[in-house]
C-alpha cells in the first residue's frame, strides 16, 4: 500500500511542470495557453500527447514541445519559429481531449505598422500577422521593432485558419532598442 501510495505522489509530482506560475510569458518562441480542467497527471499526459502531434512545434524543447503545468492549470508549447501556430489545431487537440482553453498568451516580436488605420506586427521570421485590438497604445512605436505581450480568446482561436490574419484580445505593446 506504501509502495502504491510512492509511486502515485512520484507521478503527479513529476507532472507539475517549472512553468512560470503567473502565466506571463515573455519568449516570443512559446505560447502559454490556459486550461481548463488540466488537474490530474493522467490528463496532462493525455493532452501532452495530443499537442505534442503539432508541426509547428520546436521538439527539442521539453521532449516533445510541448509542457503541462497542472498546478496553474497551463500548458507552454514550443514554437518553431520559422513555422506559423496554427492556433485552431491548438484549440482542436484541446478540446478534443475533453478540456477547454480559456486563453492563448503569445509574445510577437516584430515591426509595428498602421495599415489602413488597424495596428499590426508582422512575425519577420515566419511572415504571421497579427492584428492587435482597437484602442491599443501604440505611442510613437509605429515603423520600430516592438514586442508585444498579448491575449487571444478561444473563440478567435478556433477560427483562425493558416494564412489569416491572428485577431488579437489584448495586447501591450513594448518598443525595442534599435
Not at 21 to 38: A, E
Not at 117 to 130: A, D, H, K, S
Request: glycine fraction near 8%.
Amino acid at each position: 500500500m506504501n509502495i502504491m501510495r510512492i509511486i502515485i505522489l512520484t507521478m503527479l509530482w513529476s507532472a507539475v511542470s517549472l512553468a512560470d506560475p503567473n502565466g506571463i510569458p515573455d519568449d516570443p518562441h512559446q505560447l502559454i495557453v490556459q486550461v481548463n480542467g488540466i488537474v490530474c497527471s493522467f490528463c496532462a499526459f493525455g493532452t501532452e500527447k495530443k499537442l505534442s502531434k503539432l508541426d509547428f512545434l520546436d521538439k527539442s524543447q521539453f521532449g516533445d514541445g510541448v509542457l503541462v503545468d497542472i498546478r496553474s492549470h497551463q500548458v507552454t508549447l514550443s514554437l518553431n519559429p520559422e513555422v506559423t501556430v496554427k492556433y485552431a489545431e491548438i484549440a482542436d487537440a484541446i478540446t478534443k481531449g475533453g478540456y477547454d482553453p480559456v486563453a492563448y498568451y503569445p509574445v510577437i516580436r516584430g515591426v509595428l505598422l498602421n495599415n489602413e488605420g488597424r495596428l499590426e506586427i508582422t512575425n519577420p521570421e515566419n511572415g504571421q500577422v497579427y492584428v492587435l485590438p482597437e484602442g491599443t497604445e501604440a505611442g510613437q512605436t509605429i515603423g520600430q521593432t516592438v514586442q508585444c505581450s498579448a491575449e487571444l480568446s478561444p473563440d478567435a482561436a478556433a477560427k483562425y485558419k493558416n494564412g489569416d490574419s491572428v485577431v488579437l484580445s489584448h495586447a501591450v505593446i513594448v518598443a525595442l532598442e534599435q
